[in-house]
């Protein structure tokens, strides 16, 4: 398989994913190079919300701060850790930035940021993040597992979490019910 970059493209998970981590999933790939691929899950929101996540922390919230935004699953590695997606970039202690205008970041001055309404303008705050060794991804876009799509950051920050998922395959002009196991020859 030729060499790919799916950085800042979306991973739809297809029906006969065999990894229940994954089923019905919609993840944004935020780095994707030689070494392997990170990315995180967008469409699965947890029990946590925002501002229990800032009291676990011992991160006092601003009084006008009352988010009861879901803390989202982001992937099955480190789901000890937060994972901040955010748009812009801006400047923070430990941030990847996926390209011009959204930015990966791991650091506590973040949260302490949004916590104080001081963050940056859009957020989406994930435990745990989805890896992939060199060329695995790559192996299993061969396998039929993942349909992938240049992402929208509308999709990521706009669209409410149960609605990620088919908004992203609208991207490719399918619907959820034209999906299908089987793979043939038309």
Request: proline share 6%.
């Amino acid at each position: 398989m030729k060499s790919i970059n799916l950085t800042h493209h979306f991973l739809i998970a297809m029906p006969a994913m065999a990894d229940s981590v994954f089923s019905k999933t919609l993840t944004y790939v935020c780095e994707h190079n030689e070494q392997g691929a990170l990315g995180i899950v967008i469409n699965r929101p947890t029990d946590l919300t925002l501002i229990n996540l800032f009291k676990q922390l011992g991160i006092p919230p601003a009084d006008s701060l009352a988010d009861a935004a879901p803390v989202l699953f982001g992937g099955p590695v480190q789901l000890d850790c937060g994972f901040v997606l955010h748009q812009p970039v801006g400047k923070w202690q430990s941030t990847l930035a996926v390209n011009g205008e959204v930015g990966l970041t791991t650091s506590l001055d973040i949260l302490k940021a949004i916590a104080n309404a001081e963050g940056p303008d859009q957020v989406l705050i994930a435990m745990g993040y989805a890896g992939w060794a060199a060329g695995q991804i790559e192996h299993e876009l061969a396998q039929n597992a993942w349909l992938t799509v240049p992402a929208s950051t509308n999709v990521i920050f706009d669209i409410p979490t149960e609605e990620r998922l088919p908004a992203a395959m609208q991207l490719l002009g399918i619907q959820d019910a034209n999906l299908s196991n089987e793979v043939g020859h038309a």
